[in-house]
Every structure is written in C-alpha cells, then in structure tokens.
C-alpha cells in the first residue's frame, strides 16, 4: 500500500528507475499479502471451518479485485494518467484493501479468542488434574498409614500377649491361656508358648499327684507302724 503511493508520487514516477524499484515493491508487497493469508489459513485452518468460509471466499475475491485495481494504477500512472491513477488508488483499490484488512482483523480477533478459549479451558484441566492429584495421593497416604497401623498392631499386640504370659508363667500363673490368630512367625512364638505352658501344667500336676502318692503311702506306713508298736506291748 505505501510502495503504490510513492509510485504516485511525481519525483517517483518521473524517474524511470526510482519507478521500477518501487512498482518491484509494490508487487513484493502484494506476494506477501497472499503469503501471509496463506500462512493464515493452514494455522488456522480456515477451509474446514464452516463459521469462516464466507469471509474467507470474500477476502479472496478482494485479493483478485486489488490485483487488478493496482495493475489499473500502474497503468495510469505509465499513461501520465496520474488523476485517474489517485482516483482508482484512493475510491475502489483503498476500499478493497481496507476489507481485505478487515478480514484478517476479524480472523484474528476470532483466532485470539478461540486459543484463549482453549487456553482457559487446558488452565482448568490442569487444575482439576491437580485437584484430583491431589485427593489421590491423599487417599493413598491414608491408606498407607493406615496399613502400617494395621501391621503395626498385628505385629505388637500378639506380642505383647506373648510376654505378658510369659511373665505370668515366670511368676507360677500357668493358668493364662495364648489366643493364637494366624499362621505367620509369630503365631508358632505363641504356640511354643502356650506349648510350653502346658508342658509346665504337665510337669507340676505329676509333680503334686506324686507328691501327694508319697504323702498317701507315708501318711499308711505311719499308721502301720503305729499299731505293730501298740500290738507289741
């Protein structure tokens, strides 16, 4: 746009050379224009979206028409037709030009709005991954604590059974029984125990039943004893 206004100017166009750099401008400008728009469209993806095909086939019918309003200026401006080539430049080429840049504000303005759209949804996926991240790992500590509390307790009470037995055994009680749960190491510590404690049983009710067989056989013998003296005097 501002390449074609210096080609209107009269120290440009009354230089051959200054002319013909700066229509190569023009025209570079032009190229770039339809570069950039269809850099647009495969970012974009315009073709597949049914909200833009309107504007879409709009704008490059605006692209066709300033190709041919510019070629009109160049022409008048060759012909020494500068009035008619300010006329063109400024009525049909500017309005064409001002839509074409409307267009593509618009396109942007929308893509904007859409990648934000997109970025404010990925910001709320992420926090609600965060969240559920969150309550998870929770959930999982808790647990894991309440395993170890669990192991823990089915490790020191049985235990603390064991030992509290066994001092009542070391103390004479051998009237305390183990409850045996389980099959694991320490399930065989309490059997051995509660073995063991009825081993002891075994061994001190013998001890007694002797002691009182003994105690029965002297208590006769005495008695014996007793009436063969009476019966000799």
Same mark, same amino acid.
């Given at each position: ?17 200054? +002319? ?14 339809? #570069? ?22 709009? +704008? ?23 009035? #008619? ?17 409307? %267009?593509?504000?618009? +396109? ?27 309550? +998870?790992?929770?959930?999982? %500590?808790?647990? #894991? ?62 001890? %007694? ?25």
């Amino acid at each position: 746009n501002l390449a074609l206004t210096r080609c209107m100017q009269e120290s440009i166009y009354n230089s051959k050379e200054k +002319f013909e750099n700066t229509l190569n401008s023009v025209w570079e400008n032009y190229d770039q224009i339809e #570069l950039r728009y269809g850099n647009f469209e495969k970012s974009f993806m315009i073709e597949s979206k049914p909200e833009y095909a309107d504007e879409n086939v709009e +704008f490059h019918k605006h692209r066709v028409a300033l190709k041919t309003e510019t070629e009109a200026v160049i022409e008048n401006i060759r012909k020494g037709k500068t009035d #008619l080539a300010n006329k063109i430049y400024y009525s049909s080429y500017d309005s064409t030009f001002e839509a074409m840049r409307s %267009i593509m504000n618009e +396109f942007t303005e929308s893509s904007q709005a859409n990648a934000e759209k997109e970025y404010n949804i990925t910001i709320e996926m992420v926090r609600t991954y965060m969240v559920s991240a969150f309550i +998870f790992n929770a959930i999982v %500590i808790a647990f #894991l604590i309440l395993a170890a509390f669990v192991l823990t307790r089915s490790i020191t009470k049985p235990l603390s059974e064991s030992v509290y037995v066994l001092k009542q055994v070391a103390s004479g009680n051998l009237t305390k029984n183990v409850v045996i749960k389980g099959k694991d190491e320490i399930a065989d510590l309490m059997t051995a125990i509660s073995n063991m404690s009825t081993k002891l049983k075994e061994i001190i009710n013998g001890i %007694i039943e002797s002691a009182e067989s003994l105690l029965a056989a002297s208590d006769q013998i005495s008695k014996s004893s007793q009436q063969i003296s009476q019966g000799a005097t």
